[in-house]
């Protein structure tokens, strides 16, 4: 297949729809994400009772890390040239606006004492203090300096960036969401065998606890790539293509292996079922189909983008201390003892 092929199948089509079945691993059980508060999203439909699995803030930000290279603290190796601002502290890599959950708004990038980068970013986007946002300037700038914020979405908000008014929503989107759910309760005991009757307080003796998993008679992943966002932006061809390539691949990515959710929810594609995709007749490529055609996107767009390095020096402060029921102080690394598997991830932009 000719590399830009899937890209050329998408030319009159302003939104790509895709929904992709799944299902559990291993068993039947699955543990959803959860909210502070209110715990698992259940919620009554025309198709009866749904539950949402994943939401679009954490699948923003699984889509981000299909790009990543944790061992290398790099891009993948098909994303070798792609724009993006690594942040150094004493020398040492700290993060990546590919990592930050609101990409290059990240206090880590824009808030810290060296201003070299913000009067940079700053720069690139003058003239945008008053009157209406350019667009046109605004994309330009984030294909130079984090070509993935054209694709996560971003919101700039900083008094000194145009008032605090740039921003561009979610080109591509995604959510997992259950059908015909039921709750698989269970529990446990987390067990002390030196002091079973210990301060469970302060962390001894045994505490037994409830545990709510679900089964489903159907689980979905839904994606919604924005072509008519992506075209608007109104970069060049070569750009364009590079975007909706990018995007192509973290779908295909995050699909072919990245669907361990959470320690109990493990989920893959569902090979049995039929895929429902919008427009008709396009197929989702495959990552031997899509990693030279992105190498080659990127060579023709290098002349448009860069890799920053930016110094964080300041000192990391912990947030206030908060009072527990006793009055006693206690830190926010303390203050929540909920494991991150009934957490949901930290939201995107």
Request: glycine share 10%; net charge negative; aromatic share 6%.
């Amino acid at each position: 297949m000719s590399e830009l092929t899937f890209v050329k199948a998408l030319d009159q089509a302003n939104r790509l729809l895709l929904t992709v079945p799944l299902r559990p691993v291993q068993g039947d059980r699955f543990q959803p994400t959860g909210f502070p508060s209110l715990g698992a999203a259940t919620y009554q439909t025309k198709d009866g009772v749904k539950l949402l699995v994943e939401s679009v803030q954490s699948m923003a930000n699984r889509l981000e890390t299909t790009c990543w290279d944790d061992a290398r603290k790099a891009p993948v190796t098909a994303l070798t040239g792609v724009s993006h601002i690594t942040v150094n502290r004493k020398g040492e890599f700290l993060t990546d606006s590919m990592l930050e959950a609101h990409r290059i708004n990240s206090p880590y990038l824009l808030q810290g004492k060296d201003r070299g980068f913000f009067e940079k970013l700053k720069a690139a986007l003058g003239g945008l203090e008053e009157g209406p946002i350019d667009r046109r300037k605004l994309t330009e700038a984030l294909l130079r300096f984090d070509v993935g914020s054209l694709i996560h979405g971003v919101f700039l908000a900083k008094k000194d960036l145009a008032g605090g008014r740039l921003r561009l929503a979610r080109a591509l989107s995604g959510f997992i969401e259950a059908t015909g759910v039921t709750v698989a309760a269970s529990g446990g005991v987390k067990n002390d065998h030196v002091n079973p009757s210990g301060d469970t307080k302060t962390g001894f003796g045994n505490v037994p606890f409830a545990r709510d998993e679900f089964v489903a008679e159907r689980i979905d992943c839904y994606f919604n790539l924005d072509l008519g966002q992506i075209r608007g932006y109104g970069l060049s061809k070569e750009a364009t293509e590079l975007l909706i390539l990018l995007a192509l691949y973290r779908i295909r990515k995050l699909l072919k292996g990245d669907l361990r959710l959470r320690t109990a929810c493990d989920l893959e594609v569902d090979s049995a079922a039929g895929w429902l995709v919008r427009p008709g007749g396009f197929n989702l490529p495959s990552l031997d189909e899509l990693e030279p055609a992105l190498r080659t996107a990127i060579e023709s767009c290098q002349a448009g983008m860069e890799h920053t390095i930016v110094k964080f020096e300041d000192e990391l402060k912990k947030g206030k201390e908060k009072k527990d029921e006793d009055g006693d102080d206690q830190s926010d690394d303390d203050a929540d003892d909920q494991s991150d598997d009934d957490a949901d991830d930290a939201s995107g932009n």
